[in-house]
């Protein structure tokens, strides 16, 4: 070894030193505000603790009391149950409504997976494949076209192609 690399190391080794030293001086004792901050962790840790024992034991005192209350209930009025349920269902089936933009080149694929995007339609294949026919893929017009969830394949199909009503097969 060279003595430039001997005496570079060794210039390093005393930095590094001093640096520890005076960092031991200058800096708080961490142990001191460790030991402090994990008191008071613990301290939280139990009082959180103590209040999720107190939530379960609400739950289930409300689930309890729920549990006797729905046998009460469905036994004087069965009937009541199926038309909520039939309400909820059709709740849940939103008309989703949007403006398809289509321009020069789009292809069938790009068209559907628009429509999918939106929300309008739940399979971009079978729309796909309807659009891929010769009657379809041939005609579909640049524009904008109002849609919904409501309408079926055929329907987006006829209105983005401009004909009035389904080919016959």
Do not use: H, W
């Not at 708080?28 to 939530?55: C, F, G, H, R, W």
């Not at 729920?66 to 469905?74: K, Q, T």
């Not at 149950?81 to 694929?109: D, Q």
Request: hydrophobic fraction near 35%.
């Amino acid at each position: 070894m060279k003595r430039s690399s001997l005496r570079g190391f060794g210039i390093a080794c005393l930095l590094i030193g001093i640096l520890y030293t005076g960092m031991n001086k200058f800096l708080p004792n961490t142990e001191a505000q460790s030991e402090e901050t994990i008191a008071d962790y613990e301290e939280k840790i139990s009082e959180l603790e103590e209040e999720l024992k107190e939530a379960k034991e609400q739950i289930l005192l409300l689930e309890k009391s729920n549990l006797v209350e729905e046998p009460e209930e469905s036994e004087t009025n069965p009937v009541t149950e199926e038309p909520p349920v039939e309400a909820t269902s059709e709740e849940n089936e939103e008309v989703v409504e949007g403006v398809l933009y289509i321009y020069s080149g789009l292809t069938p694929y790009e068209v559907s997976k628009k429509l999918e995007d939106m929300g309008i339609i739940q399979n971009a294949v079978e729309m796909e494949l309807f659009l891929a026919q010769p009657q379809y893929s041939r005609s579909i017009q640049k524009g904008q076209f109002e849609v919904n969830s409501s309408m079926t394949v055929e329907e987006i199909a006829n209105l983005i192609t401009g004909k009035t009503k389904s080919p016959n097969k």
